[in-house]
């Protein structure tokens, strides 16, 4: 690793290993769930994977679109109604590789029905299975969807195939993946490198506004700029940088969150898009938590107290209206319902990385006492303010929530933020004492 000045975090001297095992009992069930059903499952936009909109002899938009967001919107979970193929996620299997390969390092601390070689064994296969799925024909390693997506404009292919478009963000976590298990594969790392040409040539790199942009996909409108997806982009960047040390990854990832930083709100968060009225949706919760984390990143790596002021301004709009007192997550900064899952992790992680461990544990227990079924080790997907949607999603919500839940405990026991990469550090230091 490339030797910086990162922001320290003082060690962990008093960790309440009994609470932290009630939170890994539950990593433990979770991790179960996914690994007996291979990882596989229902995802956020999977309705085009529907067996019966596949036999129905006619391919029209807009009947598509009808029979994508009913299942995608329905208060009850109607994919196996409507035989929606499970499959894994992308982004899902880089979550679940690293949740893997950090439980594997906590087993000395915490008591489990696994040993550390199957968790280890988990890890290094879905790392694996990232480079042999990951995009092809293009000028990097990247990551895609797994369901096509009906759109008004279109739709990038066949129905009932599987897309081979890379987005940053899927990219991002393949790339944090790779890095984290170069110790199962060292070409790993050269691998996750290549991102950067995606980034550049595939999804058009590009000065903007005195930063810079890139595309959060390929059909992505040029009018309009996705923050999150650029703050995800430019994370792996310096994450490279951190690796290689290669000064060009890190001068990109400052221009793009030059750009993203300018378009920080008054009020502390971020749009969308930009512009605002590109996108239907305002300062949703775990959109701004990505912005957020992004951030938080740049500066342990980099150290330089660049965006420190957009940082604690986000933070306390984050914390402030997107999250209550007793941790449940607002859907946005006017709109408390639905209560999402995934905002619950990203909350988790954000907290965590910010150093604000209560708040990260409140985030927790909310969840575990609303969105959570012990005796079968699942997330429910939303709360809205009359019902649950009790549908478990595969990513959307085991993958998020093992992953925050991991993060959070080896945070915890090593004292400063983990970001995806286990506890190596405290490993060897214990190791070498």
């Known amino acids: 690793m490339n030797q910086h000045s990162p922001t320290l975090h003082p060690h962990e001297t008093d960790v309440d290993i009994d609470r932290l095992q009630q939170y890994v009992d539950v990593l433990d069930d979770v991790l179960d769930y996914a690994q007996d059903r291979d990882y596989n499952g229902w995802d956020y936009g999977d309705g085009m994977s529907s067996r019966v909109l596949h036999a129905i002899p006619f391919d029209n938009k807009w009947f598509n679109l009808a029979v994508q967001e009913f299942i995608k919107r329905s208060p009850v979970n109607v994919r196996p109604l409507f035989r929606v193929e499970q499959r894994r996620n992308f982004k899902g299997i880089a979550l679940f590789a690293m949740a893997n390969r950090t439980r594997a390092q906590l087993v000395p601390w915490f008591d489990g029905a696994g040993d550390a070689d199957r968790y280890r064994s988990d890890a290094a296969s879905l790392t694996k299975w990232l480079v042999d799925h990951q995009v ?28 081979n478009q890379p987005n940053l963000v899927s990219t991002s976590y393949g790339v944090k993946a790779l890095l984290a298990g170069a110790e199962f594969d060292q070409r790993y790392p050269d691998i996750a490198k290549t991102a950067v040409d995606l980034a550049v040539d595939d999804l058009d790199y590009r000065r903007k506004d005195g930063g810079a942009v890139m595309d959060y996909y390929l059909t992505h409108p040029k009018d309009s700029y996705t923050l999150n997806a650029l703050a995800i982009g430019a994370r792996y ?38 512009p605002p009225t590109s996108s239907h949706l305002s300062m949703d919760n775990h959109h701004n938590g990505f912005i957020i984390e992004s951030l938080l990143r740049y500066e342990h790596i980099v150290g330089s107290g660049r965006y420190d002021d957009e940082i604690a301004r986000g933070i306390d709009f984050y914390a402030r209206e997107l999250f209550d007192e007793d941790g449940a997550p607002n859907f946005d900064e006017e709109n408390a319902y639905p209560r999402d899952i995934h905002a619950t992790a990203q ?8 150093g604000q461990y209560d708040r990260a544990e409140r985030a927790i227990d909310w969840a575990l006492a609303n969105m959570y079924v012990p005796e079968e080790g699942r997330f429910y997907f939303r709360k809205h303010r009359f019902y649950t949607k009790r549908t478990t999603l595969m990513r959307w919500c085991q993958a998020w929530m093992a992953y925050a839940l991991s993060e959070f405990v080896a945070s915890k026991i090593a004292g400063e933020p ?8 405290l490993r060897a230091a214990t190791e070498t004492a």
Not at 136 to 158: D, L, V
Not at 240 to 262: I, K, M, N, P, T
Not at 347 to 354: C, D, K, P, R
């Open 136 to 163: 092809t024909g293009y000028s990097g390693f990247g990551g895609s969807h797994r369901h096509r997506i009906q759109h008004p404009s279109g739709r990038s292919g066949p129905r009932e195939t599987i897309p």
């Open 237 to 274: 960047f310096v994450e490279l940088y951190d690796h290689f040390g290669d000064e060009e990854f890190r001068e990109r990832a400052e221009e793009v969150f030059d750009f993203v930083a300018s378009k920080q709100t008054e009020r502390g968060g971020w749009y969308y898009r930009e």
């Open 347 to 354: 909350g988790i992680l954000v907290f965590t990385y910010a």
């Open 418 to 425: 983990s970001h995806g990469y286990g506890i190596d550090t």
